[in-house]
């Protein structure tokens, strides 16, 4: 099975394609374009890498949130196209769940954190089991120092917000902020792709209305429309 996998949720959006559980290939972007360029041109390396048309790919997943407002909305959009041009499947896969994909660590608990702007952060928390992450927390957003309050034993911290807030959480935390530069072993689009191929069969969809962006706050039009 072969499923190309999308991520612009995040600063550096991603493209990764996957076959039989193995990463073929991932590619993130460097450069500060907008995300629909910089998508549609990763996403054609790495099929033309891997002399791969996108009508023989099986099935695609993109981060749903939280993480970039537009950046959502234009990989989701994208997203859309591939399925309506190829009638493909496609599995939503939450962008923390996607981002815990990525670490690998003998770590027992894990705080993926994305920066949400205003001051906050979008976060959820993971422990280890059975060689998998399971959800301690769902996604929030809130202060940095409000998460610190969440954690209560040594926590390997992971994703862009980490860096963002480090001051704050070592500070607050101590020694149970733990940092690993090569916990982060994949792109966030790789994540969602290992992420996807454990569920793929049994939670795949082709409707797209199922598909729903996790946008956890409201965006700045809604938080200002007084009508």
């Known amino acids: ?14 493209v990764a394609l996957l076959q039989d559980q193995n990463i ?27 002399k791969v048309r996108l009508e023989e790919v099986d099935g695609f997943a993109v981060t749903t949130g939280p993480g970039s407002f537009t950046g959502l909305r234009v990989g989701i959009s994208l997203l859309k196209g591939f399925v309506l041009a190829t009638e493909k499947p496609f599995l939503g896969v939450g962008t923390f769940d996607a981002l815990a994909a990525t670490v690998e660590t003998e770590k027992v608990a894990l705080c993926a954190v994305l920066d949400a702007r205003k001051k906050e952060v979008y976060a959820a928390r993971f422990s ?12 929030r957003v809130l202060a940095p120092e409000a998460l610190c309050g969440c ?55 082709y409707d ?13 039009a809604e938080l200002n429309y007084k009508g």
């Open 128 to 139: 280890r089991g059975r060689n998998q992450w399971t959800r301690d927390m769902e996604d």
């Open 151 to 205: 954690i209560e034993q040594p926590t390997l911290f992971v994703g862009p917000g980490a860096t963002v807030y480090q001051n704050v959480f070592r500070e607050k935390l101590g020694d149970c902020f733990l940092t690993e530069e090569t916990a982060q072993v994949r792109s966030v689009a790789a994540g969602a792709a290992l992420w996807a191929a454990t569920r793929f069969e049994r939670e795949r969809s």
């Open 208 to 220: 797209l209305n199922t598909l729903k962006i996790q946008y956890i706050r409201k965006s700045e």
């Open 1 to 14: 099975m072969r499923i190309l996998a999308i991520d612009s949720s995040t600063p550096q959006c991603s």
């Open 24 to 50: 073929l290939q991932e590619l993130t972007s460097q450069g500060k374009p907008a995300f629909s360029n910089r998508l549609l041109e990763l996403v054609n390396r790495v099929l033309t890498d891997n």
